[in-house]
């Protein structure tokens, strides 16, 4: 078969279940804005129409299926490799979360090609790729290119709104040689479901609290307000130290970047490092006791007050409209 010259290769693991990314849309539109989108789908086993669909929709104009055995760790680096062979595209993308990262860096390196990471945006100039970074807590912007090669590239998720047009979808089957050094998993066990809320990266409302809750029983009255809008929690760095929330789910420089269309920061204090990962939402409402608080600055409505007085009741107002 042949393929376009300027394919972008955007690279896709289902997970064990079966389960598409909710990325794949990013990263197609990503994909689409220097070339034509060709998914690499590294699955568990066969792959049910739909998924393939779905990613058409998405805007693949090629998908390489390639099965690989889940259990042999390093065998989706293979598959990257293959897939570079067979379609030589001008850049691989992979979503910046822990597996896309770990994969794009693994692959980098067996492939030995350029590792551009954590990007918010990617375009061509006449010398080829570039990609933008936000850096040192979005302090600066930052432009890089690989100057042999091209590049492999983490995208920052939710910073790319771009959406590509559908494609054809023109599914291809690729076989990759597992690597013959790549460990084999033996045993593994699922961690359970622990929370019917959204996921914290795509979530529409998000539920953020701070050190100003001084216990983790004040803090259950951010999880009441998140539940109470169908919302996500989120959490300071501080207020994870201080146990009040999981790792999980710290938004800001060394946590999740979130991008929902309504933001609540409750008891926290702005600080740069938590600001550069939900700066971008859409709306941002803040209470918090001191009204010099920097996240003041950056909401779009904003109390003064104290977040144990005014949380249970706003809570029960909206349980009382929901009737
Ligand atoms: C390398 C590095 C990486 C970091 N990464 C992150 C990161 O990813 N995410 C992150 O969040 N931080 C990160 N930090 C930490 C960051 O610098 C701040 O220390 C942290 O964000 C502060 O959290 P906070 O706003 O909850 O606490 P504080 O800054 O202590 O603010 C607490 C706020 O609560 C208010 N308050 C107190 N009581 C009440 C009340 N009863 N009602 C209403 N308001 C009240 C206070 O007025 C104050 O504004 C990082 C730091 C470094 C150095």
Redo the contacts with the bound molecule.
């Keep these: 078969m042949t393929y376009p010259d300027n394919c972008v290769l955007v690279v896709c693991e289902l997970a064990a279940d079966g389960g598409l990314p909710e990325t794949i849309s990013e990263l197609c539109g990503a994909a689409s804005a220097i070339g034509t989108p060709v998914v690499l789908l590294i699955a568990p086993g066969e792959v049910a129409e739909t998924t393939t669909n779905t990613i058409a929709q998405a805007g693949a104009e090629h998908i390489a299926i390639v099965v690989q055995d889940y259990s042999q760790l390093g065998s989706a680096v293979a598959a990257v490799e293959e897939a570079i062979s067979e379609f030589s595209p001008v850049a691989t993308l992979f979503i910046a979360d822990a597996d896309g990262t770990d994969l794009a860096g693994r692959a980098a390196v067996h492939v030995q090609r350029a590792l551009l990471s954590n990007v918010t945006g990617i375009d061509r100039d006449d010398e080829g790729i570039i990609a933008y970074h936000s850096v040192l ?1 979005d302090t600066y912007d930052v432009t890089s290119a690989a100057t042999f090669n091209s590049p492999i590239i983490t995208l920052r998720r939710n910073a790319v709104e771009l959406r590509a047009k559908p494609g054809a979808g023109r599914k291809t089957e690729l076989q990759a040689a597992a690597l013959s050094h790549a460990a084999i998993i033996t045993e593994s066990t699922a961690l359970p479901q622990t929370s019917g809320r959204p996921a914290l990266p795509n979530a529409q409302v998000v539920v953020a ?6 216990s983790t029983e ?1 803090f259950q009255a951010v999880e009441d307000l998140a539940d109470a809008l169908g919302g996500a929690v989120g ?6 130290d201080a146990g009040y929330a999981d790792p999980a789910a ?6 999740v970047s979130v991008q929902p269309d309504v933001y609540f920061a ?9 600001v ?2 939900m700066k971008s939402s859409k709306h941002i409402i803040a ?4 009204e010099d ?3 003041f600055d950056l909401a779009d409505f904003g109390v003064v ?6 949380l249970p009741k706003l809570t029960s107002l909206l349980a009382q409209r929901k009737g």
């Design positions: 807590g609290g701070g050190r100003g809750f001084s004040e959490a300071t760095r501080a207020a994870v710290q938004i800001g420089h060394s946590g409750l008891a926290l204090s702005g600080a740069i490092q938590h550069s990962g209470i918090n006791k001191d608080a920097p996240i007050g104290d977040v144990v007085e005014i």
